[in-house]
């Protein structure tokens, strides 16, 4: 039986994957604080359903010695502890540091004091170190990896990204594009992966980082107003509050199952992978902002208004989706739901859910009081 760690293992992808691997015969362990901000006030639905697969630790991955406490006899970690909110992160950046930076330092420096034999870390890192990720000049027929976009051009309502006055086609981004984090979040995520593959290599130890596009689906917290846009959107749909979308809501999405990122996440600890890797995980294909909305009020059945504000948010991108060619080649992964399927899964089991107070508001008008929402 191998053992396995998951930092943040009580969270909506840990959880899937504590119930994955206890099935598959790994001996679980998590080390998880319960962030309120996750899991509310009271007891953990999310922890109450996995609680008998695993020995769980409350404890905070900014302290060594809790890390200490975890890693002893793991085989493997799954880091995924992480304050998660890019907007969020903008503002909050020094908690956001502390937790994703820091943590990933203590827990680097537990595996260093220790004689821990721990032979390979997955890193749950994320699509927004690309940014924007790759596009095409239908002119010049060549990539490019665009910069932020002015403030001017979403301003006045110039949503796409254009090259000197010719449109760019967006491509899939695969692990070979140019990084440009756009938020604290994603710089955290970068800093993150280059820490681990660092160290790992010093270590001895193998480091798998995949970078998740935006997952869905059951276990999502319904409750968090800071990220997780199907959720959002449920909850603003369940409390009969209208949904506003920012831009043109043309603005896409690569949505990838929760279901999906578990079993890939699962193939990088079972799979002999020969070199330290960066993996993307995601679906592959694209889904507008403005289409998660209207599906969603369709399965809600609801009479809510949705409407274009054309407000944007400081460091949204645009598009992104995933090219997952390499994640075939090395993982043999691909993604068994598409977006019609999950969100039938995700509807249904929002439906029997308690419905959750729509902190959506509140979260909004911190963006605008620091200037991050025009
Ligand atoms: N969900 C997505 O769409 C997505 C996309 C890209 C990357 N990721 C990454 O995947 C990982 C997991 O994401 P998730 O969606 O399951 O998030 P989540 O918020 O549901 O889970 C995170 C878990 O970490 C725990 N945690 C937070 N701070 C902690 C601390 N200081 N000490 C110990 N535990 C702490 C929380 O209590 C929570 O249980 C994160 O690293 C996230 O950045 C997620």
Known sequence: MKNVLISGGAGFIGSRLCEKLFERGYKVTILDNLSTQIHGDNDSSLLEKIKDKCIFI??????????????????????????TGTGQSMYDISNYTEVNVLGTA?????????????KKIILASSRAVYGEGKYMCLKKERFLFPLQRSEKDLKNAQFEIKDNNSLLKYVATDENSELQPLSIYAINKLQQEQMVLFMGRTLGIQVVCLRYQNVYGPGQSLSNPYTGILSVFSTRILNNNNIDIYEDGLQTRDFVYIDDV???????????????EIINIGSGTSTTVKDVANILKKYFQSNIKISISGKYRVGDIRHNFADITKAKEILNFSPKFNFQEGVINFVQWVKNQNIMRDNYDNSVNELKEKGLLK
């Open 58 to 83: 409350k404890g905070d991955v900014r302290n060594k010695s809790d890390w200490i406490k975890a890693i002893k006899n793991q085989d493997f970690i799954i880091h995924l502890a992480a304050e």
């Open 106 to 118: 203590k827990m680097l420096e537990a595996l260093s004091e220790t004689r821990s034999k721990v």
């Open 262 to 276: 578990v079993e890939a996440t699962t193939l990088a600890i079972k799979k002999n992978i020969i070199c330290n």
